[in-house]
């Protein structure tokens, strides 16, 4: 009777340890799944609320006056041509149409200055749709309108990249041919080769010319023929804009496009034809772009040709605007979502009159946007808004003084009634946006809290009392109703929008999931000294604010690794020498000019002795030493280009490098040498300047810092140690920006350059390029990520993985209400990569500490096989 009493007692135990078991685990899926899909969340939401896809279907298409001074247009596209390059040397057939046969000006554009959305922009009027980002920034996601789908006929020649971008999926009457994507080749050797790009387009136009297409459409109307022209881009990127190959190609444009005009005048006659040239985007001094620097966003706009002055007349405009220009001088309509204002002073004063019925046209197609934009907005359902009854008053005015014969009077309040109409297309497409960030705070507010508690060791009260029990119940009773009020309010409205309701909803159920998080936790705090928790708190307070601040300016990074020094020593802990001199080293780098593509050969081989050397003084096994010189001297051999590396022996040591690594013994110290010689080739051959020197001395401080570093204790007391984590946690934060900003800046990283992947491709290949730089930028991620994996034991590797991820969504919070549609270019972009940087490098620095497991723990002696099997005696 006793045994069977205490099997059944040892059972209900069982039981009970597996249910609290499973329920722990249960949890925790539940918690992990819960922040994934709040991070994605907020990342969707802070981008959707502030650049909403501007593009709406079923627009009305507003028909264009009759009267267009031409019959065709021609609209050369010279893909990178930046104007500060085109007006200091200016081509000589150009620079005689601006000065004597039509008029010019700066055409400016908006970030990302990318070659897709700035023809989008061109064509189209639309400036950039930021959920492009889903289909790699390759295409719209949506269709937009355009100048060739409202022509009678387009005709396109030009690179793979663009031209399918208005063919694919588009009318009938857009025609589009593309040279082979292998001839895209960056290859700052092959001048002769990066020229056929541009003569093949401007030699399939003169074939055209000769073909029995051209005849058919001699006499008609509302026709578009256009040159895409990637040399100037292609060549900037391999010889920057400022060297002689770039102005020669210039030149080269210049005397084909004279040809180009001459032919066209005498085929179709004089006086029916206009035409454009202008450019997508700039480039850099170093040969990039991407960003929002007036190199990047200034180009060069000409128009010439029927109905336009003869003066050399100078107007600037944006660059949104040339899509109702191109429109206007053939007289199609003007797409449904262009936002660009017609610049009527182009025009002959001849053609006024039209000029001023086109603006009319161009207010009513902005009108109908601003409606569709209020009834999206949810405001003013069913009723027209004050700001659409002023743009419709401003369109009768300019039509009555135009009807009057008042034609200035029409112009200039046409004119205003664009610019009116834009204001009001910006208000209501912003509308909501103080209630979505409201939304998304309290939702994110919500899911900190949640995140909090995880990380103070809440204990989760299986069997609670009946006051929390009750407490519990009422809240989900509250939150459900108040979730049905938000549901039904929003189904009995007029408004068609969901985006509203789902963030309200979002919200919602953010704060219920903490709220009964709190009620049903007892968190679990750990009495420390004074001493060691003021310094923790303080440090982790000021090491955050230096976070927040080196987004902004790199040399507060340098100041928060001295810092991390200085609190080591205040808490009165051994600091070594080399600690000391390698962060005075890595001090240096963010006060340095940021990494240019430049390739500075002599700082590069300079690392490369460095590296020698730091493997002869650690490493004492010959057969890893002769591994690695053979590594280093190809390497150098292939940056320096005695050996070309593009082929084979690039990849061969970028794929060979895990191999590499797993040959080093198990030992932490010469795993993580290991790791840098492995990692350090690759890397090499990626670099253009001081990088390999930075990574270097990253390492050894790394070293340093494991060297002195204690072993973590397992006893469940030190492993709540809430402060303690934070510190370490905020250490790895500013480690991590280090790695970012130690080599260069937001400009820098956003923007795009070939050059830095030529020792293994150089012909242009977005995706495997773009792979290449992100693994660039992920090498010095990778060596801090295993330096953290090694300092904790693997019961402790949890609550430090939490923390970094609570620091980084604390510094998310306040930069996501600094993300803005307003001001620079410049200062949006920079705040967008502020975000994203602070809302995703701690969720990559916990994938890359996960990865840093194998690179840690295998090893290639637990596989090597006896051989000559061994005798067992039996004794």
Not at 549 to 564: D, E, I, N, P, Q
Not at 803 to 810: H, K, P, S, T
Not at 831 to 844: N, Q, Y
Request: charged share 15%; glycine share 6%; aromatic share 12%.
């Amino acid at each position: 009777m006793f045994m069977e009493r205490l099997f059944q007692s040892t059972d209900r135990e069982l039981a009970e340890k597996y249910k609290k078991r499973w329920l722990e685990s249960g949890q925790n899926y539940l918690f992990y799944l819960w922040g994934l899909t709040m991070h994605l969340f907020l990342l969707w939401g802070v981008l959707d609320v502030n650049f909403h896809s501007p593009i709406i279907k079923e627009l009305p298409v507003v028909p264009a006056p009759i009267g267009a001074p031409a019959k065709r247009m021609l609209l050369f596209v010279a893909d990178g041509l930046r104007f500060q390059t085109f007006i200091d040397k200016p081509p000589p057939y150009l620079r005689n149409v601006m000065e004597n046969k039509g008029v010019w000006g700066i055409s400016h554009t908006r970030v990302p200055t990318e070659s897709r959305p700035g023809h989008v922009a061109i064509a189209a009027g639309l400036y950039e749709d930021p959920s492009a980002i889903f289909k790699g920034w390759q295409e719209n996601p949506v269709d937009f309108d355009s100048v060739f789908n409202q022509s009678h006929a387009t005709w396109a020649w030009g690179s793979p990249d663009i031209i399918p971008i208005f063919t694919k999926g588009g009318k009938q009457n857009v025609h589009g041919k593309s040279y082979p994507p292998s001839w895209q080749n960056f290859d700052a050797n092959l001048n002769n080769e990066i020229t056929r790009l541009d003569s093949w387009v401007f030699k399939e136009y003169l074939e055209w010319l000769q073909s029995s297409t051209a005849e058919t459409v001699r006499s008609q109307h509302g026709i578009i023929l256009f040159f895409h022209l990637l040399g100037c881009d292609t060549l900037g990127h391999a010889k920057k804009p400022h060297s002689k190959e770039y102005v020669n190609n210039m030149n080269y444009v210049d005397q084909r496009i004279k040809e180009i005009v001459n032919a066209t005048e005498s085929f179709f006659g004089n006086g029916t034809t206009a035409y454009v040239f202008t450019a997508d985007h700039g480039m850099t001094d170093w040969g990039s772009h991407g960003s929002g620097l007036p190199s990047e966003t200034e180009t060069p706009l000409i128009v010439w040709g029927a109905g336009i002055k003869s003066s050399g007349f100078r107007q600037d405009v944006e660059q949104a605007s040339i899509a109702p220009l191109i429109a206007s001088l053939i007289g199609i309509s003007v797409p449904v979502n262009n936002e660009g204002a017609l610049p009527w002073q182009y025009f002959d004063v001849s053609y006024h009159k039209y000029v001023g019925q086109y603006l009319l046209s161009n207010a009513k197609q902005l009108g109908h946007q601003v409606t569709g934009n209020r009834a999206i907005s949810c405001e003013s359902n069913g009723h027209s808004d004050l700001r659409e009854i002023k743009l419709n008053d401003k369109v009768r005015r300019a039509a009555e003084y135009l009807d009057k014969g008042n034609v200035m009077e029409g112009i200039r309040e046409g004119d205003e009634a664009i610019t009116f109409g834009k204001e009001a297309l910006s208000y209501f497409r912003q509308y909501q946006r103080t209630r979505f960030f409201i939304y998304l705070s309290i939702m994110w507010l919500g899911w900190i809290l949640v995140l909090f508690l995880k990380i103070v060791n809440v204990k989760t009260r299986y069997s609670i009392s009946p006051l929390r029990h009750s407490l519990s119940q009422l809240t989900n009773i509250g939150f459900a109703v108040l979730l049905m009020i938000t549901l039904v309010s929003h189904i009995v409205s007029d408004c068609n929008n969901w985006r509203l309701p789902c963030y309200a909803m979002f919200a919602i159920i953010s704060v219920w999931f903490a709220v009964i998080t709190l009620i049903t936790s007892t968190p679990v705090f750990v009495k420390r000294s004074n001493r060691k928790l003021s310094i923790d708190i303080g440090g982790t307070l000021f090491l955050l604010s230096i976070l927040f601040v080196g987004l902004t300016y790199r040399f507060a990074l340098s100041v928060g690794v001295l810092s991390s020094v200085l609190i080591r020593k205040a808490k009165a802990k051994r600091v070594p020498p080399l600690m000391v001199f390698t962060s005075v080293a890595l001090c240096v780098f963010p006060l340095l000019p940021v990494v240019e593509p430049y390739p500075r050969v002599y700082v590069v081989i300079l690392g490369i002795c460095m590296a020698m050397t730091i493997m002869f003084i650690n490493e004492s096994s010959w057969g890893r030493r002769v591994i690695e010189i053979v590594r280093l001297v190809v390497t150098s051999l292939v940056y320096t280009e005695f050996i070309d590396g593009r082929y084979w022996i690039s990849w061969i040591i970028l794929l060979t490098t895990p191999l590499c690594i797993w040959l080093y013994p198990m030992s932490i110290q010469k795993r993580t040498l290991g790791i840098m010689l492995g990692f350090f080739c690759p890397l090499t051959l990626l670099s253009a300047s001081y990088e390999p020197l930075f990574f270097l001395i990253l390492t050894l401080n790394l070293l340093s810092w494991l060297e002195v570093a204690p072993s973590t204790s397992k006893s469940p007391e030190d492993m709540r140690k809430i402060t303690r984590d934070l510190f370490k946690a905020a250490f790895f934060m500013l480690y991590i920006l280090l790695c970012f900003f130690g080599t260069g800046n937001m400009a820098s990283i956003s923007s795009f350059d070939p050059s830095w992947t030529r020792h293994f491709v150089t012909v242009f290949s977005p995706f495997l390029m773009t792979s290449l730089i992100l693994f660039k930028l992920s090498i010095p991620l990778v060596i801090v990520g295993c330096v953290s994996y090694s300092l904790e034991s693997e019961e402790h590797k949890k609550p430090i993985t939490l923390a970094i991820l609570f620091l980084g969504d604390c510094l998310s919070l306040p930069l996501m209400h600094c993300v803005t549609p307003y001001g620079s270019w410049l200062d949006i972009g920079s705040a967008i990569s502020k975000f994203i940087i602070a809302i995703s490098l701690p969720c990559l620095f916990v994938l890359v500490r996960c990865l840093s497991r194998p690179l840690m723990k295998l090893n290639f002696n637990r596989f090597q096989i006896n051989l000559i099997p061994q005798k067992k005696h039996v004794v």
